[in-house]
């Protein structure tokens, strides 16, 4: 199936032959269904906190010891998805047809104004006319305009206020300033690019860190991190052989945001935050935004205080009744139910096992329409339940359990997440080791007009962090302001 040639190509990767090899056999195969105990709600498995717990989970956080601590923000990629329907009206209005008013491209044009990257030398003034909307979405998307559509989010414009335009990232770097500074009034930030794009970041980050230092009395540390090429995988036909390029060479793909753990796991500080660039509103919501990033901040440092302290009592003195006081824990907190272990040993080897892992909390929003995975309890391989958040590709939408576990979920997932990365020891967790190989999934792509089978690894939240011990919380809708097309920035959580 591969050349010398192939191998090569291969290798200068980063990769081996026996990786590409394994995704061809996952492209055969499948990935197997996740199977569901139950959706994850407030009767069990999502902690709804008052406000009494709000605030002494936040206080909590004030007061934890943290071996250092960072904000992680993925945005690598263009932004082409979200301008996806400008592009489509582009090309009509080039071919001489107009778009009626409630046509993406019309919209944004009929209220130009209202947008942060708005500028009336750029744009002018509003028109009724199909030559001002095309000239509108062309200065928008194209290299003589602002070039949005190859452009990465976080250095587009998203919100204005009376003294400045802020870019995704900026937004960013204002939201750490309020909760993620250390002793020294130091905020770190481990973002990851695409290596062309570092520029783009560079430039619009000298244009607002020197100013926000100032402004805020803080100093950032931020850390640029690409995807690795070794990362990518091979892409296939339909017949499952590899794909190949006009020059017989292999097609490999960004193996979407389950590569990113890789990254994670070159995190140096114990505590990380992560929340994915576009996700970012309008100042006037940080009250609320930092709140409840301090809550789940304290809700990990707290369950990380717990395990910690069953660690050391199992190591120490094991005995029937505290395995017993564990299990209660493990299954009433964080829905893990172990298999019957049949000796006072293998019960204390079977929790060590679980308790002796990275930890997450998540953020969970109410499902109010909005795309995004779900929160369910899972029972994997072993036999044992656990928290999980599953995309709905990963799911067997033909078993009647499964379909109905669906649609009796109440939340889904906003990326909103934080993370324990050190062990009670103080050492750092290798969290490649707590990757479910097998909960990667498959889609449909093409290129230059040419079917093709795509594969994605584990997600970062989802098979990536399938082995972590798992909290879910509550948070409010306010919290979520995701930009995935460009008309979202007219939604009032990005407006003034």
């Given at each position: 199936?591969?050349?010398?040639?192939?191998?090569?190509?291969?290798?200068?990767?980063?990769?081996?032959?026996?990786?590409?090899?394994?995704?061809?056999?996952?492209?055969k195969?499948?990935?197997?269904?996740m199977?569901?105990?139950?959706?994850a709600?407030?009767?069990?498995?999502i902690?709804?906190?008052?406000e009494e717990?709000?605030?002494?989970?936040a206080d909590?956080?004030?007061r934890?010891?943290?071996?250092?601590?960072?904000k992680?923000?993925?945005a690598?990629?263009a932004?082409?998805?979200?301008?996806k329907?400008?592009?489509?009206?582009?090309?009509?209005?080039?071919?001489?047809?107009?778009?009626?008013?409630?046509?993406?491209?019309?919209?944004?044009?009929?209220?130009?104004q209202?947008?942060?990257?708005?500028?009336?030398?750029l744009?002018g003034?509003?028109?009724?006319s199909?030559?001002?909307?095309?000239?509108?979405?062309?200065?928008?998307?194209?290299?003589?305009?602002?070039?949005?559509?190859?452009?990465?989010k976080?250095?587009l414009?998203?919100?204005?206020?009376?003294d400045?335009?802020?870019?995704a990232?900026?937004?960013?770097?204002v939201e750490?300033?309020?909760?993620?500074?250390?002793?020294?009034?130091?905020?770190s930030?481990?973002?990851?690019?695409?290596?062309?794009?570092?520029?783009?970041?560079?430039?619009?980050l000298?244009?607002?860190?020197p100013?926000?230092?100032?402004?805020?009395?803080?100093?950032?540390d931020?850390?640029?991190?690409?995807?690795?090429?070794?990362?990518?995988?091979?892409?296939?036909?339909?017949?499952?052989?590899?794909f190949?390029l006009?020059d017989g060479?292999?097609?490999?793909?960004?193996?979407?945001?389950?590569?990113?753990?890789?990254?994670?796991?070159?995190?140096?500080?114990?505590?990380?935050?992560?929340?994915?660039?576009d996700?970012?509103?309008?100042e006037?919501?940080l009250?609320?935004?930092?709140?409840y990033?301090?809550?789940?901040?304290?809700?990990a440092?707290?369950?990380?205080?717990?395990?910690?302290?069953?660690?050391?009592?199992?190591?120490?003195?094991?005995?029937?009744?505290?395995?017993?006081?564990?299990?209660?824990?493990l299954?009433?907190?964080l829905?893990?139910?172990?298999?019957?272990?049949?000796?006072?040993?293998?019960r204390?080897?079977?929790l060590?096992?679980?308790?002796?892992r990275?930890?997450?909390?998540?953020?969970?929003?109410r499902?109010?329409?909005?795309p995004?995975?779900?929160?369910?309890?899972v029972e994997?391989?072993?036999?044992?339940?656990?928290?999980?958040?599953?995309e709905?590709?990963?799911?067997?939408?033909?078993?009647p359990?499964?379909?109905?576990?669906?649609?009796?979920?109440?939340?889904f997932?906003?990326?909103?997440?934080?993370?324990?990365?050190?062990?009670?020891?103080?050492?750092?967790?290798?969290?490649?080791?707590?990757?479910?190989?097998?909960?990667?999934?498959?889609s449909?792509?093409?290129?230059?007009?040419?079917?093709?089978?795509a594969?994605?690894?584990?997600?970062?939240?989802?098979?990536?962090?399938?082995?972590w011990?798992t909290?879910?919380?509550?948070?409010?809708l306010?919290?979520?302001?995701p930009v995935k097309v460009?008309?979202?920035l007219?939604r009032?959580?990005?407006q003034?």
């Amino acid at each position: 199936m591969f050349t010398q040639k192939d191998i090569r190509q291969i290798e200068a990767r980063g990769a081996d032959l026996s990786q590409i090899e394994l995704q061809i056999e996952h492209f055969k195969k499948g990935f197997p269904w996740m199977k569901i105990v139950a959706p994850a709600t407030p009767q069990r498995g999502i902690r709804v906190l008052s406000e009494e717990d709000a605030r002494e989970a936040a206080d909590y956080y004030e007061r934890a010891s943290v071996v250092g601590k960072c904000k992680f923000v993925p945005a690598s990629g263009a932004a082409s998805r979200m301008f996806k329907d400008m592009f489509s009206g582009l090309e009509k209005l080039e071919a001489g047809e107009d778009l009626p008013a409630d046509a993406p491209g019309a919209k944004l044009a009929a209220r130009i104004q209202d947008f942060a990257f708005y500028t009336p030398e750029l744009f002018g003034h509003p028109e009724d006319s199909a030559a001002y909307r095309k000239d509108v979405l062309r200065k928008l998307l194209k290299e003589d305009g602002l070039a949005y559509g190859a452009k990465p989010k976080g250095v587009l414009k998203f919100h204005r206020y009376v003294d400045e335009v802020r870019t995704a990232i900026a937004e960013h770097l204002v939201e750490a300033q309020e909760y993620m500074r250390d002793y020294d009034d130091i905020c770190s930030l481990v973002v990851t690019i695409s290596p062309e794009h570092r520029e783009l970041f560079e430039q619009a980050l000298a244009e607002v860190k020197p100013v926000y230092e100032k402004k805020y009395g803080v100093k950032y540390d931020i850390t640029f991190t690409y995807q690795d090429k070794a990362t990518d995988t091979i892409a296939v036909d339909p017949d499952n052989n590899p794909f190949r390029l006009d020059d017989g060479s292999l097609l490999f793909r960004p193996a979407g945001h389950g590569a990113l753990i890789h990254n994670l796991n070159k995190v140096d500080a114990e505590l990380v935050s992560i929340k994915n660039i576009d996700n970012v509103a309008h100042e006037k919501l940080l009250p609320v935004t930092s709140l409840y990033k301090r809550v789940l901040m304290g809700e990990a440092l707290r369950l990380r205080d717990i395990i910690f302290r069953y660690i050391r009592q199992i190591n120490a003195a094991p005995s029937e009744e505290l395995c017993d006081d564990i299990e209660k824990f493990l299954d009433c907190v964080l829905c893990v139910k172990l298999p019957h272990a049949d000796s006072l040993e293998a019960r204390v080897a079977q929790l060590r096992t679980k308790l002796n892992r990275p930890i997450r909390v998540c953020g969970m929003v109410r499902n109010e329409g909005e795309p995004g995975g779900g929160p369910y309890i899972v029972e994997g391989k072993d036999g044992s339940t656990s928290l999980q958040i599953l995309e709905s590709v990963q799911i067997n939408k033909a078993d009647p359990a499964a379909a109905g576990a669906m649609a009796k979920a109440t939340h889904f997932n906003p990326v909103d997440l934080v993370c324990i990365l050190r062990d009670c020891r103080g050492n750092r967790f290798d969290l490649l080791k707590h990757v479910d190989p097998e909960a990667g999934f498959m889609s449909s792509k093409s290129y230059q007009g040419r079917e093709l089978k795509a594969l994605e690894m584990p997600g970062l939240w989802n098979g990536a962090m399938s082995d972590w011990n798992t909290l879910f919380v509550e948070v409010p809708l306010e919290t979520f302001n995701p930009v995935k097309v460009v008309l979202d920035l007219l939604r009032p959580a990005h407006q003034g």
